[in-house]
């Protein structure tokens, strides 16, 4: 039977109204799809099916239409190098200078800071495996502050993941998908980042707004921060390591403490993906590092007496703290061996510190040796 | 006035065809690329088509068409999935009701209720993020991206030129 010899051919719907009833359907789904939309909470099922086969989709589209901007980018940059290729020696040369001086100071900062850690048996942060990736996509609006890395589930990466550039923290990992991850900057409206200023050690939370500048919400304590004090991560709650830079503090205009970000002082191109979970990870790894060690030979360092150069140079490195340099690749977990190792008789701090206290006097290190073979 | 009356107006031409562009436009606009170390705008293209379809004639694809649309910025851009979506259709319902006020005025006023239906599409969007992340947005950057859409309204008007008299019973 034909539609117009039914007998609801001829019924008459005005167009107006059908719009109208549409645009109520799609209002209900719009109020559906964002009241039931989690994407703050960090969960791999939160993010949802249907935002990682678009970021999927989105990672190598956008990447593709970045190639030509990047590409110009990079000729610009060569040719500005070739014709400022002195005036850039001049500075290069200025600046080796002073880093030289300061290398001596770091040195001799590290070998304290390292007795002390000995002394106190203080528990270093082993390093963090890091992911390099580069940003594909960039949202900027008032919104919503996110970018979009071509590095997803095939590198190890998972929600939560702190995220950092050249400069400083840029933000944490929200979803992962194959080829794709979605970083949740600083700026956004839903970011809340535990920090510390790094003078005063107060503690506040970093809260975005969608604007280029976070505020510092929470702040305790008389005049906990001033103009220019350095902004660290503050480790607290565990979501992030500690001192991660962040930026600087200034006063805004609506006479609120906020946050210029150290990322921003250059374009975030290239991010690096901490594969940072929590701190029980830290500790794993620092057993890991100690099941690793070799057994302490049958008679230690006598106290007093001067450390042959030869077990310096096979003496375990120390841990290093966390820092933005540290590259170390992802690495799969290794099965381990089915002899069980022998493990050392006692931690390494409880070793260290007789060495440690004996060293200042019998042979203080001298300031260009080596750091890493130098025994404390 | 009934749909049998309906004169076709072929839609993938004045909703289709628009829509795939504003997206296109959205994905450009989505690149880390700075210039003199400035960052582009963020402009929202597609208040453009949201804004020229209620304008041309009422219809029942078109707000699934400006659905569509705001899902894909939310996904693209990464906001709550709803967003965007909600606050285009808040602009093009109130853009419809207001239909008959505007056909046939002038460009410059024209201009002027674009950024009207833009400025009811940022408020929508900053009062549902308020009280989605339970914060205020910067009304700074909120402002930043109102200028520049309201920018974008040469392209609605070549829409609207384009198929404002494509339907007769709508003029």
Known sequence: ?376 | MSLSAARPLDPWRWLGFPMLQCLGWTLLFGIPLRVFTLQLPEPVFCMVPAFAWAVIRPSIMAPFGVLLMGLFLDIFWGAPVGLWALSLLTAYGVVLLCRNWMVGQSRPMMWAWFAAACAIASLAGFLFTRLDARASPSLIAVAWQFLATILLYPFAHRLIDRFEDADVRFR
């Open chain 1, 1 to 376: 039977m034909a539609f117009r010899e039914s007998p609801f051919g001829e019924l008459k719907v005005p167009l107006a109204w059908t719009a109208a009833v549409a645009l109520i359907v799609a209002v209900v789904v719009a109020v559906a799809l964002l009241m039931s939309d989690r994407r703050e909470t960090f969960q791999s099922e939160a993010y949802g099916v249907t935002r990682q086969v678009g970021d999927a989709v989105a990672a190598p589209v956008s990447g593709a239409l970045a190639a030509p901007g990047r590409w110009t980018g990079l000729g610009m940059e060569s040719l500005r190098d070739y014709l400022f290729a002195v005036s850039e020696n001049r500075r290069l040369k200025a600046e080796l200078e002073e880093a030289r001086q300061w290398r001596d100071v770091a040195i001799a900062l590290r070998d304290t800071n390292d007795r002390y850690k000995s002394l106190l048996g203080l528990k270093t942060e082993p390093p963090i495996p890091m992911v390099a990736a580069r940003t594909v996509t960039d949202s900027r609006g008032p919104f919503a502050n996110t970018r979009l890395a071509n590095a997803g589930v095939e590198k190890n990466i998972q929600p939560g993941n702190p995220v950092m550039s050249e400069s400083g923290l840029v933000g944490r990992v929200i979803g992962v998908t194959r080829g794709a991850s979605r970083i949740l900057l600083l700026t956004d409206i839903a970011s809340r980042t535990p920090v510390m200023i790094d003078r005063t050690n107060a503690r506040a939370i970093l809260t975005g707004d969608g604007g280029p500048n976070p505020k510092l919400d929470y702040l305790r304590g008389k005049e906990p921060v001033k103009q220019g004090d350095r902004v660290l991560t503050s480790g607290d709650g565990g979501v992030l390591p500690r001192g991660l830079p962040v930026g600087v503090a200034v006063k805004g205009l609506d006479g609120r403490w906020r946050v210029i970000l150290a990322s921003d002082a250059a374009p975030i191109d290239f991010v690096r993906i901490l594969l940072f979970q929590d701190f029980s990870q830290l500790e794993k790894a620092q057993r890991e590092e100690l099941d690793r060690m070799p057994p302490p030979p049958p008679s230690g360092p006598v106290e007093g007496v001067a450390t042959p150069p030869g077990a310096a140079a096979v003496a375990p490195k120390p841990p290093t703290t966390i820092t933005a340099t540290t590259v170390t690749p992802p690495k799969p977990a290794a099965p381990r061996a089915a002899t069980p190792k022998p493990r050392p008789v006692t931690p390494k701090p409880a070793v260290r510190p007789a060495a440690s206290a004996a060293a200042p006097a019998i042979a203080p290190p001298p300031a260009a040796a080596a750091p890493a073979e130098v025994p404390f």
